[in-house]
């Protein structure tokens, strides 16, 4: 409990501190940057190959049972809900906590370790502000732009499987796509993405920021908190999944 409420604490300041940080224009433009292309280049290629097969299992899957009932033309329609709705945030997120948020712990971690940090805030800076700001900032971003990435790349892997494997028609495949899936999906799948990178980075900089026992300690670290950000991502995942259509009424047919 008394680390959980640490942890609340945390986000709360943390989460003030990147809104104040934005509205007066006051973040590292630096090292915002290097954090962005730093996490670009770790999660892009390994979230593509992930979203692959993916969408061709999702494509084999669903041919197979709607073969049965003679439901070939909705394969657009399963497309929509799970990797639209579901899977492209839940796998941006599980990137972004899996490995760019292990090099957050181990980076800030290290860095705590060799009295980097204590020596920032004798000299009066922010920890916060200087250093968890610009990650918190890049791992939304980046899971944003990742989410839209992935979302092309399921449902291209889809469409062609279905297409030349399953010998469906494009056209009704596209046409349940467009039906059963809307801008509010969208919306939702990647707001969903920027709250799990906003957990992921939060919850890796709160452990590299609380390292103790030296090396030993940062990797432990790094594996507390990719354990407990995948843990969040999901629950925050449910509490989105039904809390956002309350607020956001779905004008898709499958709801």
């Given at each position: 409990?008394?680390?959980?409420?640490?942890?609340?604490?945390?986000?709360?300041?943390?989460?003030?501190a990147?809104?104040?940080?934005?509205?007066?224009?006051?973040?590292?433009?630096?090292?915002?940057?290097?954090?962005?292309?730093?996490?670009?280049?770790?999660?892009?290629?390994?979230s593509v190959?992930?979203?692959?097969?993916?969408?061709?299992?999702?494509?084999?899957?669903?041919?197979?049972?709607a073969?049965?009932?003679?439901?070939?033309?909705?394969?657009?329609?399963?497309?929509?809900f799970?990797?639209?709705?579901?899977?492209?945030?839940?796998?941006?997120?599980?990137?972004?906590?899996?490995?760019?948020?292990?090099?957050?712990?181990?980076?800030?971690?290290?860095?705590?370790?060799?009295?980097?940090?204590?020596?920032l805030?004798?000299?009066?800076?922010?920890?916060?502000?200087?250093?968890?700001?610009?990650?918190?900032?890049?791992?939304?971003?980046?899971?944003?732009?990742?989410?839209?990435?992935?979302?092309v790349?399921?449902?291209?892997?889809?469409?062609?499987?279905?297409?030349y494997?399953?010998?469906?028609?494009?056209?009704?495949?596209?046409?349940?796509?467009?039906?059963?899936?809307?801008?509010?999906?969208?919306?939702?799948?990647?707001?969903?993405?920027?709250?799990?990178?906003?957990?992921?980075?939060?919850?890796?900089?709160?452990?590299?920021?609380?390292?103790?026992?030296?090396?030993?300690?940062?990797?432990?670290?790094?594996?507390?908190?990719?354990?407990?950000?995948f843990?969040?991502?999901?629950?925050?995942?449910?509490?989105?999944?039904?809390?956002?259509?309350?607020?956001?009424?779905?004008?898709?047919?499958?709801?």
């Amino acid at each position: 409990m008394f680390e959980a409420g640490d942890l609340l604490a945390f986000s709360w300041y943390t989460i003030r501190a990147l809104v104040v940080a934005v509205v007066r224009r006051e973040i590292s433009l630096r090292e915002s940057i290097s954090q962005l292309w730093f996490m670009a280049s770790v999660t892009t290629l390994p979230s593509v190959l992930v979203m692959i097969p993916f969408g061709v299992a999702v494509a084999l899957n669903v041919g197979s049972l709607a073969a049965q009932i003679g439901a070939e033309a909705y394969g657009g329609a399963i497309v929509a809900f799970l990797i639209i709705g579901q899977a492209a945030p839940l796998v941006c997120a599980l990137m972004i906590a899996g490995v760019g948020g292990s090099a957050i712990t181990a980076d800030l971690g290290s860095r705590k370790i060799r009295e980097e940090i204590d020596a920032l805030e004798v000299m009066g800076v922010s920890t916060v502000s200087r250093l968890v700001v610009p990650r918190v900032l890049a791992a939304i971003l980046i899971t944003v732009l990742l989410g839209a990435l992935v979302m092309v790349v399921g449902i291209g892997a889809s469409l062609i499987f279905h297409v030349y494997v399953l010998d469906g028609s494009p056209g009704s495949f596209l046409g349940t796509l467009t039906q059963f899936a809307s801008v509010t999906d969208f919306v939702s799948a990647e707001f969903k993405a920027a709250v799990f990178g906003l957990v992921s980075a939060i919850v890796a900089s709160y452990k590299g920021l609380t390292v103790r026992a030296g090396p030993q300690g940062v990797g432990n670290a790094v594996n507390e908190a990719v354990v407990l950000a995948f843990i969040l991502v999901f629950i925050a995942n449910a509490v989105i999944s039904q809390l956002f259509p309350l607020f956001v009424p779905a004008k898709g047919e499958y709801r």
